[in-house]
């Protein structure tokens, strides 16, 4: 992610608890304070700024909250410091003002936010023409929402009637156009309308004429709903897609590509690429003369290594025009472009036995201090962390025999675009790396000298937007629909409103479906990182940004140039989501599992929450989707810090870490205890610099024995294939110990964690069908468990204790070495 403003460090806080599900810390009931949190303005993701007062019904109100209409926000609950439970709740404010939230302990995901009203009032009256059907969402537009279309819908008050009120201050005026529910469908018109708020709360009589188009249906949602989701040459694939609507609709086209262009048609032609057919195969009512059909078609079978890119229509025989999914739009040049690729999906066996070092290059070693950001002297440390500190590439060369001699093998390298910012994370130029870093000779010896010491190197790619200060955003902004690259980005109203990442100005989005701008991507700036400088791979910012179709041809430019390449994704998402990406990515980070094992190592919560992370990872992930677990990184607070300074509890993490499925990544410093030199709640600001302080390289100031048991797990995890690839099988969990199994062929290795009392786990005979089977714990040869006189497995599992044993026949000191 993104970092060095204020709003995205608040984000940071956000994103790291999405998917973490935490219980109730008391009874509803019992809870001493409540506050909403999150993503716009006056609201953050890391203060209390904005509690509730609890009310006579129980429920929880706040104080008046100014938010601008029509922009979406997500928020969440923190009841006693404890996040409500699930995803973020999601509001979008019909028009600009001041709401009151209402929290509802006993039903604490509902959506209750009320408007205040204003004093004065206008109530719009629509008379609509005789081809707006009965079953259309009539919406209004207007300067008070951002002329959102989706936001404030008119009721009907009779046969071509609709009406609105509207609130507001007496004297203020506003401007709007109606809409179809969507700006594809606004009315045909010049000019806005203005209307004026009165105490009166006088009407407005109005009438249109003509919309510029009519939807075919409510909605039409294909959402990659396509079976086998991950093809191969042998597959036909079924597309399916689901069609909300009141009127007749009675078949549908996909109109498909295999040579990586853009398909397209309508209404059965198709003008580029081939035609197939899609059949209702249902029909049920949702009542109200709503109907929901789903339609299908088949894609035949292609060879490996196609980009299949489709879009698809639906449309009545009896009628006019056609609808497209996702994005409901009439035209295809405006649908949503779908694509897979075919191909014997596999992820490269390197990556699958990865331990990954994860270098923040700023932060990490000063190797020259000439090429050093001025700063001023009398900046204090906590002002100096928003800036640069002076790391650099010389310094990742200085310490490459430090990270080798860990025991990993591979290296993930922060952003050194030429940027703003010390983090990378807006780059100014995708094709040069800022000078306060190094030079291109410099990252080329970084990863030669890697692949001599037998480590890979990956490198943090940005696609998904730019810096402000980039020249192509530069050009598009001073010259307008005359620059070539105007069309590279999304301006909604040139040049002051474009699409950014996560609403900051200072990061336009790139339009990377604009076929110039993925070219660039494909043709320029893939072909620099991996063969120019001589990368493994990419881990791949925010990507869930770009669309699937960019990933489609990401996968297939990154893999013709280095097919062995590894290509994971930063999803900050649910299971579900992550999933979505497997076929055209090799892996992604494992957020859901870094939830689980910070809450139950860190926060001491149930071990059943990691049990359950790891039984939803099995049944969710595909095999060869590499998923990159991690304790903590540089958008998060360090995992030492949550935990409260207890190093074993960071022991504990890291040994489940680097012996559960999945490709271990270590944050710099963490292995040598890294924590904060403050808590970042107590700022407003840049709360990320203390996730993000200098690597202590003064042995004074590092945790040896720390940094010794990291190389002991992970010279373990390297000497044991069944540790990296193995099965596993979870054998017991309670709610303070865990205890499972990794295996192959050849070897059996059991895990024993306790994160609360001493206990006895006893492992019945179905853990040793032939009865003759010992437990040798791998760090003490003496310590061997042998079956009691039930043939039982009886372990003494201490508080807070790490056992790892090697499963073995009787009590033979020297096993079979796996191969």
Excluded: C
């Amino acid at each position: 992610m993104k970092k060095g403003l204020g709003i995205l460090m608040s984000l940071v806080l956000l994103l790291g608890i999405i998917w973490v599900q935490l219980p109730a810390s008391a009874a509803a009931s019992s809870y001493q304070k409540v506050v909403i949190r999150g993503s716009l303005p006056p609201l953050d993701w890391g203060s209390d700024n904005n509690p509730l007062a609890l009310q006579q019904d129980g429920t929880w109100k706040s104080n008046p909250i100014p938010l601008t209409g029509g922009s979406k926000l997500e928020f969440k609950y923190v009841r006693d410091g404890q996040w409500m439970d699930g995803g973020n709740l999601e509001f979008t404010p019909p028009q600009t003002g001041s709401y009151v939230f209402v929290f509802h302990p006993d039903e604490e995901r509902k959506v209750d936010i009320n408007l205040l009203e204003g004093k004065g009032k206008v109530t719009l009256n629509l008379t609509v023409p005789k081809s707006t059907p009965d079953w259309a969402n009539i919406t209004a537009g207007t300067s008070l929402n951002s002329y959102n279309y989706s936001v404030s819908s008119l009721k009907k008050a009779g046969e071509q009637k609709y009406s609105i009120e509207l609130t507001g201050e007496p004297g203020q005026s506003f401007s709007y156009y109606y809409a179809l529910g969507d700006a594809k469908f606004k009315e045909v018109r010049s000019e806005p309308r203005t209307a004026v708020f009165t105490e009166a709360g006088q009407p407005v009589n109005d009438e249109v004429e003509k919309w510029t188009a009519v939807p075919v249906a409510k909605n039409v949602t294909h959402d990659f709903n396509y079976q086998p989701f991950i093809p191969d040459h042998k597959d036909n694939v079924t597309v399916k897609t689901t069609v909300e609507h009141y009127g007749p609709v009675n078949k549908g086209g996909i109109y498909y590509t295999t040579d990586g262009s853009a398909p397209s048609g309508k209404r059965g032609l198709a003008t580029h690429g081939m035609f197939v057919p899609m059949y209702a195969v249902s029909k049920t009512s949702l009542g109200g003369g709503l109907y929901k059909s789903v339609l299908t078609g088949v894609i035949p079978k292609q060879k490996d290594n196609t980009r299949v890119k489709y879009k698809m229509d639906v449309w009545s025989t009896a009628g006019d025009g056609s609808q497209f999914a996702d994005t409901n739009s009439i035209q295809p040049e405006d649908a949503t472009e779908f694509a897979y690729y075919i191909d014997d999906y596999q992820s490269p066996e390197w990556a699958k036995n990865a331990s990954i070092y994860h270098v923040f290059v700023d932060r990490f070693m000063d190797g020259n201090p000439k090429n050093n950001e001025p700063v001023d002297p009398d900046l204090s440390y906590d002002e100096r962390l928003k800036g640069w500190m002076g790391g650099d590439l010389q310094g990742v060369k200085d310490k490459i025999s430090y990270i080798k001699d860990l025991g990993v093998n591979t290296i993930w390298i922060s952003p050194v675009f030429n940027g703003p910012y010390s983090h990378g994370y807006h780059p100014a130029d995708y094709l040069k790396i800022d000078p306060r870093f190094g030079t291109n000779k410099l990252m080329k010896d970084i990863i030669k000298e890697a692949h001599k010491k037998g480590m890979k190197v990956v490198y943090d790619l940005v696609p998904n937007h730019t810096s402000i200060q980039h020249p192509f955003f530069q050009d598009a902004l001073n010259n307008g629909t005359t620059s070539p690259y105007y069309n590279w980005y999304t301006f909604t109203k040139w040049p002051t409103e474009y699409k950014t990442f996560y609403g900051v100005t200072e990061l336009p989005e790139l339009n990377n479906d604009n076929p110039a701008t993925r070219s660039y991507m494909m043709d320029k700036v893939v072909p620099f990182w991996l063969n120019e400088l001589g990368f493994d791979g990419f881990r791949l910012d925010y990507a869930k940004g770009p669309s699937y179709s960019f990933w489609v041809d990401f996968r297939h430019a990154v893999k013709n140039l280095k097919p062995n390449a590894f290509i994971y994704g930063e999803v900050w998402d649910s299971r579900e989501k992550i999933n979505t990406y497997s076929g055209k990515l090799d892996g992604a980070l494992d957020f859901p599992m870094q939830g689980a094992l910070l809450d139950v190592f860190a926060k001491g919560q149930s071990m059943h929450e990691l049990s359950e992370a790891v039984r939803l990872n099995e049944q969710t992930y595909n095999r060869e989707y590499v998923m990159g677990t991690f304790l903590d990184n540089h958008d998060m607070p360090r995992f030492l810090f949550e935990s409260g300074g207890d190093v074993n509890k960071l022991k504990q993490a890291a040994a489940a870490q680097f012996t559960l499925p999945g490709a271990p990544i270590i944050y710099y410093g963490t292995e040598v205890g890294l924590s904060q030199s403050k808590d970042h709640s107590t700022v407003d600001d840049y709360k990320d610099r203390y996730f993000r302080e200098m690597m202590p390289w003064d042995k004074a100031h590092q945790n040896t024995s720390l940094k010794q048991y990291y190389k002991k797990l992970i010279k373990l995890r390297n000497d044991e294939p069944a540790l990296r690839t193995g099965k596993y099988k979870e054998w017991y969990s309670d709610d303070q110990v865990i205890v499972f199994e990794r295996s192959n062929k050849h070897d059996r290795f059991l895990v024993v964690l306790n994160n609360g009392n001493e206990e006895k786990v006893t492992l019945k005979k179905s853990f040793d069908h032939g009865h003759d089977l010992v437990l040798r714990n791998v760090w003490d040869k003496k310590d061997v468990i042998g079956p009691g006189k039930k043939d039982d497995l009886t372990i003494d599992s201490k508080g807070g204790s790490i056992q790892i044993f090697e499963v073995v026949k009787g009590k033979k000191s020297v096993k079979k070495k796996a191969s």
